[in-house]
């Protein structure tokens, strides 16, 4: 009889145990979450308003990983601010800083693109970024003819202000 109890509370043990760590382990999935970088939250909450804004500023810096979020975001039809050609200089900016996804992404969102197209979008990117990202606008950068101008974020355009002089 003194093993009975034993073996029940042996048995507990072993449940509040298990129970422990699969706990634990469900926590170390939130933790993982928490690191997820800024440009990767907004991409995946679809968070496109702040997700164009951040990551302009941080392409026009010359930053590679701002340059892919900003060519994702464009390059997704179903976003407010789609602009194909914007996205595919973008892309290649990215690309073309080492950003190692960026090749990849492009060449699985836009599969057909000719030759030609690409040496054009080539000489852009080479353009912009000698620019110090000043010029990096395409044919699709200006503002959509016929549009009803609502919602107005469809008017954003990534480039650099001038300084005003004093």
């Excluded at 422990?20 to 909450?45: C, P």
């Excluded at 997700?51 to 500023?57: D, E, F, S």
């Excluded at 073309?96 to 000719?114: D, E, R």
């Excluded at 606008?137 to 016929?146: A, E, V």
């Amino acid at each position: 009889m003194s093993n009975k109890p034993f073996s029940i509370s042996y048995f507990l043990v072993l449940i509040f145990l298990l129970l422990l760590f699969l706990s634990s382990v469900g926590r170390a999935h939130d933790f993982k979450d928490a690191r997820m970088d800024q440009l990767e939250y907004l991409y995946a909450r679809h968070d496109d308003d702040r997700l164009v804004k951040i990551a302009c500023a941080r392409a026009l810096n010359g930053d590679a990983q701002g340059a892919f979020y900003l060519g994702a975001v464009l390059s997704e039809p179903e976003s407010l601010y789609y602009r194909p050609k914007t996205a595919f200089l973008w892309l290649t900016i990215a690309k073309n800083s080492g950003y190692k996804i960026a090749h990849t992404f492009t060449y699985l969102v836009f599969p057909s693109l000719s030759k030609k197209e690409i040496e054009i979008n080539a000489r852009l990117a080479e353009q912009c970024k000698k620019s110090n990202f000043n010029d990096c606008l395409t044919s699709d950068s200006i503002n959509r003819l016929g549009s009803l101008g609502w919602p107005p974020q469809i008017k954003f355009i990534c480039k650099k202000h001038k300084q005003m002089e004093r």
